[in-house]
């Protein structure tokens, strides 16, 4: 399979959702509320997830959806549900054709609710299963930092298209990593980039655009032989993965450049594209199980760029357990060639904790 149609959709779908939270980006009220983890959701976040549903609904009715949020909020408060509808009916591609390919708008704000909640899929091994994440990096988002929309396809457990538009990030994919973003990064010139990949294909960047996509680039992982001069990046949030482990596991390797701390998968795109090396997310708690929203596009983004992906004790990541990564503990993405090295002092400063 070719999945071409796929990653048509997917790419224009979060082309049109990543102008809708560039506009929230930029505005004051962004509505964070508290979710039952406490962790935050911005009127960003459900404009998103409406706008990419409302997409792959139109071109494939029948796939199922894992998305990261839901819709009991926008229908317990009228205020909120207005705002959000007030962006939704409002973003559109700013090419005819284009917006066509994803169905248009959306009707109504109760329609637009029940869009949201068609992203509650239980997910597992079985058919065609996208992952969303409407604003993956929302703490990020709500900083000014980095962010990304976040969308793959998977076929029996397995991914075979990723998406990841990061608005924060320079188009240029030989541009020096840096964990700051500027004051107006988003709407600056050179800003903006979807990154993609399709099995088996290669993965490539191309500028975001308001309209029709952009030509794309193919992208490959930096070729590192030394890995002590590698640059390892991580989560900005020190309680989403352990810094100090990932500070251990730096020295053990001779790598002496500090971290760059990145939020979202905007970090498997740099590295997929080799403005940085390695990725290091160790885990802070036990119990807590990883989203497979919040890593199967970035996977295969950075497989197919010439990486692998495993999780501590050197497993493929499993997109088949349903709505979290069940059987895996902890991400380590880095070149083919220095992966092995880099999770054996992964598992030593793991075993000596
Ligand atoms: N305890 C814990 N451990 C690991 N991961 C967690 C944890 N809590 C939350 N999350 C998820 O982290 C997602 C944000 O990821 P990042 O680490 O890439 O960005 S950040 O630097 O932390 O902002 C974030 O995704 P979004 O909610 O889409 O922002 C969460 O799904
Ligand atoms: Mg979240
Ligand atoms: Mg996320
Ligand atoms: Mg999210």
Not at 71 to 83: I, M, Q, S, V, Y
Not at 86 to 115: F, Y
Not at 222 to 235: N, Q, R
Request: proline share 3%; net charge negative.
């Amino acid at each position: 399979m070719s999945y071409q149609q796929e990653l048509n959709i997917a790419l224009l779908a979060v082309q049109r959702a990543s102008l809708l939270t560039k506009r929230v980006f930029h505005s004051h009220t962004k509505g964070p509320l508290s979710k039952s983890d406490a962790s935050p959701v911005t009127i960003g976040d459900f404009g998103a997830q409406a706008l990419i549903i409302s997409a792959l609904q139109h071109a494939f009715a029948s796939d199922e959806i894992v998305a990261e949020e839901e819709a009991k909020d926008l229908r317990e408060n009228e205020g909120l549900r207005t705002t959000v509808w007030d962006l939704v009916k409002e973003v559109r591609l700013r090419d005819d054709a284009a917006e066509e390919q994803i169905g248009g708008g959306v009707k109504n704000a109760d329609i637009m609710m029940d869009i949201i909640d068609k992203g509650n899929s239980k997910g597992g091994a079985h058919g065609r299963i996208w992952a969303l994440d409407p604003i993956d990096g929302t703490k990020g988002f709500l900083r000014g930092g980095q962010y990304a929309v976040c969308l793959a396809l998977m076929v029996d457990g397995d991914v075979k298209v990723g998406v990841l538009g990061c608005p924060n990030l320079p188009v240029d994919d030989s541009a020096p990593l840096d964990s700051k973003v500027g004051e107006n990064a988003t709407d600056a010139e050179g800003m903006g980039v979807l990154f993609a990949a399709v099995q088996g294909q290669g993965a490539t960047s191309r500028p975001l655009t308001e309209g029709a996509l952009a030509q794309p680039k193919k992208i490959a992982m930096k070729s590192v032989s030394d890995i002590s001069a590698a640059t390892f990046c991580e989560s900005v949030e020190a309680g989403h993965s352990s810094h100090s482990d990932q500070s251990q596991i730096a020295q053990k390797l001779g790598i002496t450049k500090p971290s760059v701390r990145m939020d979202s998968q905007a970090k498997y795109g740099s590295i997929a594209r080799g403005a940085g090396d390695v990725y290091l997310r160790l885990p802070v708690r036990k119990d807590y199980q990883e989203k497979i929203w919040d890593h199967a596009a970035g996977d295969l983004i950075v497989r197919e760029a010439g990486g692998e992906v495993t999780d501590a004790e050197g497993n493929r990541l499993d997109f088949s357990k349903g709505r979290t990564l069940a059987a895996n503990k902890g991400v380590v993405a880095a070149p083919e060639a220095v992966h092995k090295e880099v999770l054996d002092a992964v598992k030593s400063v793991l075993r000596n904790k």
